[in-house]
């Protein structure tokens, strides 16, 4: 029951700020812009997002270190 409320109260949330922040989106004008994009410069913004995640792993697996030394990179 508990988890149920969370995940309910989650979805309720979720749903509200979503509906809140895209309300007044012009969405013509979004699919023009998204077609009119380059894909080599989305998935170029989308490999350097997914890679900055590696610098900041290993610094977790640095200021974690003092509490156990077997933290591995991907679970850091």
């Known amino acids: ?5 969370k995940v309910g109260l989650s979805l309720l949330l979720t749903s509200t700020f979503l509906w809140i ?3 007044n989106v012009d969405w013509q004008a ?3 812009t998204f077609q009119n994009t380059a894909p080599a410069g ?3 913004a989308a490999a ?4 900055s995640c590696l610098p900041r792993a290993w610094r977790w697996r640095i ?3 003092s ?5 591995r990179i991907w679970a850091a």
């Open 42 to 44: 989305i998935i170029g």
């Open 1 to 5: 029951m508990k988890t149920a409320f």
């Open 48 to 51: 350097i997002t997914i890679l």
């Open 67 to 71: 509490v156990s030394n077997e933290i």
């Open 63 to 65: 200021l974690l270190s």
């Open 30 to 32: 979004l699919f023009i």
């Open 21 to 23: 922040t895209f309300q």
